[in-house]
């Protein structure tokens, strides 16, 4: 079953591109170009707040991986004795011209159900506003001493530090064409000024050579922890489920990733995919059996009200190498000095 507004098949498809799809791609690529270069030049403002900005961000429209991602940046930023606060747009939510602080017990309906899952792992404050500059402004001033911007790539008003580019390792680009004509947002180029890139890669062999790490990049897994149950009773590894029918949930950018990682650990899967960002109703679980129904933690934030005793969330956990944590807090522990001797400097402050 699947339910999900799927990308236009020549996006990653060997597929003609419609002419009407390659004409509107001129005129998007000539203004995102042309807002870019404003603000890289100074014709527009860019606002600092005082603290280090790392924003993590993708190129394509739609997922890549970015949540655990951010999850997995405050986690260890925290075990490094820093303050980390994420700042989000809270994609999906009832109001956006509101902002809101999301807290682990948040409505996702008021404040989106990514910063609820974040709030939730990251354990530190999360600000969903569609104004960056001042959701991120208010972190600093509830005390973070650095921001977390997810999905923040091309919200070029808020000046940043370090940006971090997520990319899907099956997808990558797709047709390499920018929007309408292909998935880009910004082109491909443009990943090259970031100062890391971070490939989301596929947890199956069979997938294995088509989904590598290039020069450059760094390769991240989502590693998949135990089934949580929904309503009560006890975790259970995925290997329980194994040889077994389930129904599996995903109202994600990219589902196949998903039920293609339950299908690595012997699980057959009843896939059944949503649009990313779908609010659930109970009816939407509905299948007409009492199979196990396995969903992502995305997902499980917004059905709890109405979940069933079989019903659980599949946590994943972002793992990196060793060696990109280094470069990064390095490159932190570099940006501290360098914004306290801005601040002193004649002239100098936010």
């Not at 003609?16 to 527009?44: E, T």
Request: hydrophobic share 45%; with cysteine; charged share 20%.
């Amino acid at each position: 079953m699947s339910r999900t507004r799927r990308a236009p098949e020549w996006w990653y498809a060997d597929a003609a591109v419609p002419p009407l799809m390659q004409a509107l791609s001129w005129p998007y690529a000539a203004i995102s170009g042309l807002r870019r270069r404003a603000y890289l030049s100074g014709w527009l403002r860019r606002t600092r707040i005082g603290v280090p900005v790392l924003v993590v961000g993708n190129l394509i429209a739609g997922g890549a991986g970015k949540t655990p991602l951010v999850i997995a940046l405050c986690q260890r930023l925290r075990a490094a004795g820093r303050m980390p606060g994420v700042a989000s747009r809270g994609y999906g939510r009832g109001d956006e011209s509101f902002a809101r602080w999301a807290e682990a017990d948040s409505d996702p309906a008021q404040v989106g159900d990514e910063p609820v899952l974040i709030a939730r792992n990251a354990q530190c404050p999360v600000r969903t506003d569609r104004d960056r500059v001042a959701g991120a402004r208010a972190l600093a001033q509830a005390g973070c001493d650095v921001v977390v911007c997810d999905d923040g790539l091309q919200h070029y008003p808020l000046a940043r530090d370090i940006e971090i580019e997520v990319i899907d390792g099956g997808r990558r680009y797709g047709n390499g064409r920018l929007l309408p004509a292909g998935p880009l947002r910004e082109p491909a180029a443009r990943g090259a000024a970031c100062e890391f890139r971070v490939v989301n890669l596929a947890d199956t062999q069979a997938q294995a050579r088509f989904d590598q790490a290039s020069f450059g990049e760094w390769p991240m897994r989502l590693s998949p922890g135990a089934a949580r149950p929904l309503r009560r009773g006890c975790e259970l590894a995925l290997s329980s489920f194994a040889g077994q029918r389930v129904h599996a949930v995903a109202g994600i950018a990219e589902p196949r990733r998903f039920f293609e990682m339950l299908k690595a650990h012997g699980i057959a899967v009843v896939p059944h995919a949503f649009p990313d960002h779908h609010a659930f109703v109970a009816s939407d679980l509905q299948f007409g059996s009492d199979l196990p129904l396995l969903m992502t933690e995305k997902d499980a934030v917004k059905c709890a009200g109405f979940a069933q005793e079989h019903h659980y969330s599949v946590p994943v956990q972002a793992q990196l190498p060793e060696a990109f944590w280094v470069a990064l807090l390095d490159r932190l522990e570099q940006l501290r000095g360098d914004i306290a001797a801005s601040a002193t400097a004649p002239g100098g402050g936010t």
